[in-house]
């Protein structure tokens, strides 16, 4: 089945730097990666998805990568705000499933 | 539009006590799932239930059991509750079973077991 790795597990960064929050998956026939944003006592909320047959997505401040060949994707946040503090999931489809990675805790400071 | 709903928000249960975690959608999603959340190891699935009328087993299934009562609603039963299903347990809902759809989140419930 599929596994999911997710690095760094936390990240601090200024307020206006970037973040980049990295997964790779094992499954090759994985086809779809979406990204969670969950606050402290939250649900997971979807910020932003990417299908295998698109490398690149982006949605404002927040962009994902995808790469097939090496089975790694990222998200990207730009210009930082503290209220982007939160812990992040990305996950990878698994036939009729989502399998998801351990998380980023990322602290944005002002 | 409320989503995904889950009762109750919080419990606290005595080893070897049973209980029901309900949850409800609205979005006349046909797959629904249950996860639970432990610090540091993300969402793991318990069960699943690709459409109604079927159920399969996630990572994490031993010690708990599930009921698609019908396409709203799906809820899962801890018969004996362990110390070691201390935890918050998030049902989620999404269009269809292909995998490649967003998975929209109840609230959570949060769970102790003494």
């Known amino acids: 089945g599929e596994n999911v790795e997710q690095h760094p597990s936390t990240l601090s960064v200024q307020e206006g730097d970037s973040a980049v929050i990295k997964c790779t998956y094992s499954d090759s026939a994985s086809n779809y990666f979406p990204w969670y944003k969950q606050e402290l006592g939250k649900r997971p909320q979807l910020i932003i998805d990417?299908?295998?047959?698109?490398g690149e997505k982006k949605d404002q401040r927040i962009a994902v990568t995808l790469n097939k060949t090496a089975k790694h994707f990222s998200l990207h946040i730009t210009e930082t705000q503290p209220e982007d503090s939160a812990v992040y999931f990305c996950?990878?489809?698994?036939?009729?499933?989502?399998?998801f990675g351990a998380g980023t805790r990322l602290a944005v400071h002002p | 539009n409320a989503g995904v709903t889950q009762t109750p928000k919080f419990q606290v249960l005595k080893t070897g006590q049973s209980m029901t975690l309900q949850c409800a959608q609205d979005?006349?999603?046909?797959?629904m799932y249950w996860y639970r959340q432990d610090p540091g190891m993300g969402l793991r699935l318990i069960y699943y239930s690709a459409s109604e009328g079927t159920t399969d087993k996630g990572e994490v299934p031993n010690g708990y059991n599930v009921s698609r009562l019908n396409k709203r609603e799906f809820s899962l039963r801890l018969e004996s509750a362990a110390p070691s299903q201390t935890s918050v347990y998030f049902c989620a809902s999404s269009a269809d079973y292909s995998g490649d759809q967003p998975q929209h989140f109840g609230d959570g419930t949060r769970l102790s077991i003494l």
């Open positions: 990417i299908r295998s047959n698109v």
């Open positions: 996950a990878a489809s698994d036939f009729n499933k989502l399998i």
């Open positions: 979005m006349n999603h046909n797959s």
